[in-house]
């Protein structure tokens, strides 16, 4: 247990980088499991491709990431070791210009080793002017949060690809009927059926579903009302008499199921402009989303009760890849693109929680010695204090991790 301790002492000193040797049993358990791996992504991309896009999406975003790290921090002057994909042992490596690049057995994430990551990190002299902490604060400040800068600018570039190409999800200013009620009803009655657009209601224009619904229920039972709808391209205007709604006696009730809301192409700078404003809004929603992934009550409240608030439960990239599946199957790539680009918002802002061993612990760190740094005389924090917090946040990462895997298997998001 005191290896371990240590092991993990000492991937949090250097960034959550790992020991550079390369192990012969450690690299031959690594290509069993990379074999492994490539077998189950072969099985997947056959049985539900929708999922593997999704999940090759992740992939490269995860790759981006460490993209972002890697450039700035060698941009900035720093020594970089390492660039590997996964976690785990070693399945491939290569040298070049001093890096190591390579791959890692468990697709799990990945990891850019800058070596000198504070004070526990320890370094050749000859070299600790390349280190991170030896760098300018805005220097540190960009490299420690350029893999979240780059989240975001996935995230931009792929709403801006959707809603130039594909469009945006927005009021059309058509009604058009989705469905009927069976049995009958004024709609039914009217001779209106699925995919007609409604124009007016009572002789009031309307443009949107809730317009819609606000004329509806403004009539009474009984009351003679005029309807205008296009059939194709034929307008047709007739008048029905409502009747009462079965599930809320005294107001009326129509017989349709309406939406006006569907993908509308935008030109390029205003496919820019809502993607700009969109992102931000993902932004705001996904900082109070940490709070409610990193509440553990939510994950005992889902544990105990199967009616739980959907909104609160935990999940990991099992049940965020089988909704991918769905969104695939019923909206196709540009729903794929969308939730990915959401999720990349989501953990641009999560990384960036002010805790050690994300990377915004790191900046709150950099943050700090700044700060308490006067007069010439550079501060260094000392990170041996800060080791318990980062155990303890980790020890609820693998509760999180453990209960949205046990609920993403049992309890599949996507029904």
Do not use: C
């Amino acid at each position: 247990m005191s290896d371990f301790y240590q092991r993990f002492r000492t991937e949090i000193a250097a960034g959550g980088a790992v020991g550079s040797e390369a192990d012969p049993r450690a690299t031959r358990q690594g290509h069993i499991a990379g074999v492994i791996v490539l077998l189950l992504l072969a099985w997947l991309a056959v049985k539900n491709p929708w999922t593997f896009v999704f999940v090759a999406g992740l992939l490269a975003s995860v790759f981006l990431h460490e993209v972002g790290h890697f450039v700035t921090a060698r941009r900035s002057g720093m020594l970089v070791t390492q660039f590997f994909m996964g976690f785990g042992p070693r399945v491939w490596s290569m040298h070049r210009d001093g890096v190591e690049y390579g791959i890692r057995a468990l697709p799990l994430g990945a990891f850019v080793r800058i070596i000198g990551m504070n004070n526990l990190d320890e370094v050749d002299a000859a070299d600790e002017s390349r280190t991170y902490r030896a760098q300018s604060y805005p220097k540190r400040m960009l490299v420690i949060t350029a893999g979240s800068l780059m989240h975001l600018l996935i995230a931009l570039t792929l709403f801006v690809a959707v809603y130039s190409f594909a469009g945006r999800i927005q009021e059309t200013g058509k009604v058009a009927v989705m469905q009927l009620v069976e049995g009958d009803t004024p709609a039914r009655a009217a001779g209106i059926i699925q995919d007609d657009v409604i124009e007016s209601f009572n002789k009031v224009r309307v443009h949107t579903r809730s317009e819609l619904v606000d004329q509806i229920v403004s009539t009474a039972p009984g009351d003679r009302v005029e309807v205008t709808y296009l059939h194709g391209k034929t307008r047709q205007t007739t008048t029905v008499t409502m009747i009462e709604n079965p599930f809320s006696p005294k107001i009326a009730y129509f017989g349709v199921g309406a939406w006006s809301r569907d993908y509308v192409r935008l030109s390029p700078p205003t496919a820019v402009w809502r993607s700009f404003r969109d992102m931000v809004s993902d932004v705001a929603m996904s900082v109070r989303g940490v709070v409610t992934v990193l509440n553990p009550i939510n994950s005992v409240e889902h544990l105990t009760d199967e009616n739980a608030d959907i909104n609160t439960r935990p999940s990991t990239v099992v049940g965020a890849s089988q909704m991918g599946g769905t969104v695939g199957r019923q909206e196709g790539i540009k729903g794929v693109i969308l939730m990915l680009a959401s999720i990349n918002v989501f953990v641009g802002v999560f990384n960036m929680l002010p805790l050690l061993p994300f990377d915004g612990g790191h900046a709150a760190i950099a943050t700090y010695e700044r700060l308490r740094s006067r007069r010439g005389k550079v501060y260094r924090a000392d990170i041996s204090k800060m080791i318990p917090v980062a155990t303890t946040v980790v020890a609820l990462l693998v509760l999180l991790l453990f209960t949205g895997l046990y609920l993403d298997i049992t309890r599949p998001l996507s029904g």
